[in-house]
């Protein structure tokens, strides 16, 4: 009995695991409550409550033999997009479905595909490519290309050491926005050759939250309105300060140059 | 005619710099590719079908056809469907209507602020509901099949 008690706690704290993992790379709501209530009928669940948000997973756990088991987590980070791990993880899922490991082992493979490494290299390639082609895309030259990808690389430097210094996404979104507005216009006042426009419409499509606006209006019209009201907000609220930071820039260097 | 070539070209590496930011497997990047010029393709289309004026209408239409198409690819790669959507829907992102819409702000021209900040909304707004219908006719499919 405290045996099997113990094991229903390892696999809950892995679903927990695996929950949090799935929501971090970009999942909808929708897959992650599917996912888990699937791996735990497959481990011999009798009945499965599961209930996602974008910041918590509940899950309660019913086995045959009448025992229960309710465990939380709180998430913090939801914002990721990481679509290498989210088919890794459904590969996994589809896998313990015919066949279950046991828990600790799941836990460990959760484990490994969640602290996989970032590329830093692919996003920099990411960035510089994204913001160069946009650029064009949008109507800019050759030479606005080339200038939109090195702000591309300005902008991957704040990410990667800016972010992190931040105390959340919006003043990150607010202070990423504000100094590659400023390096913009600055840009394209000593060169006038160079489109401020074309430039910072390019720069724009790495920092605008639009797929996280698509999601969340996915998640209220799949049913989950609570995570797409969250995702929403912070979609919209990320909006104004990226909105914030390029109008201040732009307003700077007009007045001050 | 030339201007949609390189608009076509260009979102489609674009969307492939996408993929690389947000980590999709290499093997799936000429899936990417294509979806970008179906999804731009479509909008194109759309738009010209319908007389240029709007964005909502062609919108939905390219979001619908891209979702579809994500759908397809995810069936045949046994990958969620997301991976494939997300990546080619980024040339319908409104960068450029959202970045009229602060110019117009600094400008204090605030008629045309309005204009352009609606346009970004309901250009949003349109992929969500096209790729939602898709969504739903998927579900549908696949319960019915069974």
Known sequence: MENERKKMTKLVHALLCMGEALVSCG???????????????????????VFVITSSIVITMEMPDGQLMTHTRRIRNANGT???????????????????????????????????????????????????????????????AAAAGVVGVFIWILAIYLMPFCMNNVVYQFSASLLSGLLICVAAKIFPGLSMEHIMIGDIMLLIPGIMF????????????????????EAILLTFALVLGFVAAIWIVGRAL | ?????????????????????????KSYFLHVLAGSILCWGSYLAATAALGGTEVFLPTLISGFVTAIFAEILARVCKAPSTVFFMTSIIPLIPGRTLFYFMQAIVREQYSQASNYGM?????????ALGMSAAWTICDFSRKIGR
């Not at chain 1, 595909?113 to 913001?131: D, P, T």
């Not at chain 2, 201007?3 to 947000?22: E, H, K, P, W, Y």
């Open chain 1, 27 to 49: 999942a909808e709501i929708f897959r992650v409550e599917d996912t888990l209530n699937r791996v735990g009928y497959a481990y011999g669940a009798s009945n499965m409550n």
């Open chain 1, 82 to 144: 990481d679509f290498t791990r989210l088919e890794k993880l459904n590969e996994l899922s589809r896998e313990i479905s015919s066949s279950p490991l046991p828990p600790e082992k799941l836990e460990e493979r959760i484990k490994e595909i969640a602290s996989g490494s970032c590329r830093k290299r692919e996003l920099l390639a990411g960035y510089v490519l994204a913001s160069a082609f946009f650029t064009v895309f949008f109507g800019g030259s050759l030479y606005d």
């Open chain 2, 119 to 127: 346009a970004t909304f309901l250009t949003a707004l349109g992929i």
């Open chain 2, 1 to 25: 005619m030339r201007d949609a070539i390189i608009q076509l070209i260009t979102g489609a590496v674009g969307s492939v710099g996408f993929a690389l930011i947000f980590r999709v497997r």
């Open chain 1, 214 to 233: 698509t999601n969340s209006l996915r998640d209220v019209l799949l049913g989950d309105t609570i995570s797409g009201a969250m995702r929403l907000i």
